[in-house]
């Protein structure tokens, strides 16, 4: 979704629609807000918080969404991302990119308190300036 040049993200065509589908969230789901994000390589970081805590948890020992295994409350988590990533691949495949695809499944966790938040804000300002040590960079896939 874009390159990592002296730790900032250079986002590619891509990169830029998902940065705009990402920001129209907001604007699309009244209840929910965006907090510190930031688009990678090949991922995604991003804190949202969402308003109602009702419809926050979906898959709470899991720690990975199974969106496919369960049924998704309306304006859950998994619901807000299968949307995002729904809109992001059509617009993505217009755009003659036919190959793209995003993994299955994605990672979500619960912060719950302030100095969570704090540490979580930190380590997604921070992931473009690590990106050559991450477990994500396709250079470090060991085969």
Known sequence: MGDIVDGTIRLSAIGEIVAHEWQKTEGIRPHVSLDEWVIMPNHLHAIIAIKDTEKTVETPRWGVSKADQVTLK????????????????????????????WQPRFYDHIIRNEESLSEMREYIAGNPMKWELDRNNPMNFRG
Request: hydrophobic share 35%; with cysteine; net charge positive.
């Open 74 to 101: 309306s304006d859950s988590i998994g619901s807000i991302m299968g949307q995002f990533k729904s809109n992001c691949t059509k617009r993505i495949r217009a755009a003659g990119f036919r190959d793209f695809a």
